[in-house]
């Protein structure tokens, strides 16, 4: 394993991560760095995402909306034949949903649909795309903190890029964290009550 920026890396691979750090997202969602797993590919490189909150000193004990993800950039210089690449993004997206929205039996196809269209609308040329959603329920008895009842949802997805052009790959992958988020489109303001 080498160290992001370090000498030893590839050429390929440096292009990658440069492309990555080159994209434009919602301006709610912020993105870092974050420690990459270490054994999955020889190069790896890792950005997490969040959605900012309102600047405060104090944490709410239940927030509502709570979302956040991240994107792993592996890399093979010999390649992967099931990548079908020397690349490879790995996608974790998890947020908090309301309760109508968890229980729509057709969440699990419209957040795939998310990303799939997300990806498409870029026009990138990709390969290998799966993943999975799942949607979850949990309910909080006795004398636990946090609201009684939190209703996630999870997508996990991968697909080989065929190029070191990533922006547009973490653009896709921004937007549809804003997406299970609920954030409105970037440019809209949200009118509340």
Not at 28 to 56: C, F, M, N, T
Not at 69 to 77: F, K, Q, S, V
Request: no cysteine.
């Amino acid at each position: 394993m080498s160290t992001p920026g370090s000498a030893a890396e590839p050429a390929p691979f440096r292009a990658a991560v440069d492309a990555m750090g080159s994209a434009t997202v919602h301006p709610a969602i912020e993105l870092g760095p974050i420690r990459p797993p270490q054994r999955l590919a020889p190069y790896s490189y890792a950005i997490g995402a969040e959605v900012k909150h309102a600047d405060s000193d104090i944490v709410p004990e239940q927030s509502e909306g709570d979302a956040f993800g991240r994107l792993i950039l592996l890399y093979d210089p010999n390649g992967d034949e099931a990548w079908n690449g020397t690349l490879r993004l790995v996608a974790y997206i998890q947020a908090d949903l309301d309760a109508d929205l968890a229980s729509d039996p057709l969440l699990p196809e419209v957040a795939w649909s998310w990303l799939v269209d997300a990806l498409e609308s870029r026009d990138e040329p990709l390969n290998a795309l799966g993943g999975t959603v799942t949607a979850t329920s949990s309910v909080r008895y006795g004398d636990i903190a946090g609201p009684p009842r939190a209703h996630q949802l999870e997508l996990r997805a991968s697909w080989t890029p065929t190029n070191a052009a990533l922006a547009p790959h973490v653009e896709a992958f921004s937007e549809v964290l804003a997406y299970a988020a609920g954030l409105p489109p970037a440019g809209v303001t949200e009118l509340r009550a």
